[in-house]
């Protein structure tokens, strides 16, 4: 069956809508968003410099619509894993894995997702929803990872491991976000060390922090 003149505008203003964030995602990603102007993006969109406007609002709007999206359904699949109830140490291997995963299938706009405009982790309200939702998702992965650590700690402590752990996950996302392999046979190579990783870095944590003292 044809598609109606109203649905055929509907998929061209979606496709154009598609370009415009990819290209935007793109420039920020190399050359940073302060220096990326709204006609660059438009031009690299392959569309109008007010086309661009019936799409977003300004740039931060149009940041805001890059990074919500994917960002949101990582917290919700995070949040799912964290109440199915499994073992700590399970759901901590399986949270760490789906956020490199998640950082490697979107490694071209990888740092536009993560740390574009971002702010401290404990900053308390931040002003764009956009850190809410990173701050949101960084509170997720701490929750886990101190699910695995004695009780007791202090809030300093506990703000120094999950630091760590972040570090840890980031520094494992950046070796490999230029590496040109597929992110599901990248994940299948990783995976055995990245749980060694793991339980490494948990038992150093609890060395350090209950068995020794911290320095």
């Not at 009780?151 to 570090?167: K, P």
């Not at 055995?192 to 209950?210: E, N, R, S, W, Y």
Request: contains cysteine; negative net charge.
């Amino acid at each position: 069956m044809n598609q109606t003149p109203s649905k055929i505008k509907g998929t061209r203003a979606e496709e154009t809508k598609q370009r415009i964030l990819q290209a935007a995602g793109e420039l920020f990603e190399e050359r940073g968003f302060q220096t990326v102007t709204m006609r660059e993006i438009a031009k690299q969109a392959g569309c109008s410099h007010t086309a661009i406007y019936m799409h977003c609002k300004d740039k931060e709007d149009l940041l805001h619509q890059l990074v919500i999206p994917p960002l949101t359904a990582f917290k919700e699949e995070a949040t799912a894993l964290l109440h199915a109830g499994d073992e700590p140490r399970s759901v901590l291997q399986q949270l760490s894995r789906k956020w490199i995963a998640f950082c490697l299938k979107h490694r071209s706009i990888a740092s536009v997702l993560i740390t574009l405009k971002s702010v401290r982790v404990d900053e308390v309200e931040p002003v764009l929803p956009l850190n809410q939702l990173r701050l949101d998702i960084y509170r997720l992965l701490e929750e886990v990872l101190l699910s695995n650590l004695p009780s007791g700690l202090t809030a300093e402590q506990r703000l120094t491991c999950s630091r760590i752990y972040f570090y840890m996950l980031m520094g494992i996302v950046h070796t490999y976000i230029d590496h040109e392999e597929a992110t599901i046979a990248l994940m299948e190579r990783l995976t055995p060390i990245m749980d060694t990783t793991m339980d490494v870095m948990l038992a150093g944590m609890i060395h350090q922090f209950t068995e020794k003292g911290e320095k």
